[in-house]
């Protein structure tokens, strides 16, 4: 059974900075594409960025510059460095993970276009 555990998230002022991680366990396959979406109240489940096996990344134009994926391939665990953090990026975030993460937008945070998702982690941030 593949399991996505979350960690980090919390409570910060605006400007301020916070670091999400994600580790995945059971996978059936290797070199799994990892990534983080997010959603909010009566929006969408956005792609916030993701990165595969050999370091390529893709970022949402609303956190290019702020945001930093990465990831420790030997420990199946994805990062989000997350600075300048703003109110609009309050909502709750999701790490997922699949053989290919090509979806942008999602009606909500959960299978079946993605396969492996974990519970969610909440990020408030305040003005």
């Known amino acids: 059974e593949v399991r996505l555990v979350e960690s980090g998230g919390g409570s910060v002022q605006a400007g301020g900075s916070l670091r999400l991680a994600c580790t995945g366990s059971?996978?059936?396959?290797?070199?799994?594409?990892m990534g983080w979406y997010r959603q909010s109240h009566g929006t969408e489940c956005d792609l916030v960025s993701s990165?595969?096996?050999?370091?390529?990344?893709e970022y949402a134009d609303s956190v290019k510059g702020r945001f930093t994926i990465s990831r420790d391939n030997a420990k199946n665990t994805v990062y989000l460095e997350m600075n300048n953090l703003k109110p609009e990026d309050t909502a709750q975030y999701y790490c997922a993970a699949d053989r290919l993460i090509g979806v942008v937008a999602l009606a909500s945070c959960g299978p079946p276009f993605i396969s492996y998702w974990g519970k969610g982690i909440l990020v408030t941030v305040s003005s």
């Open positions: 059971g996978f059936t396959f290797d070199d799994p594409h």
């Open positions: 990165i595969r096996s050999d370091g390529t990344t």
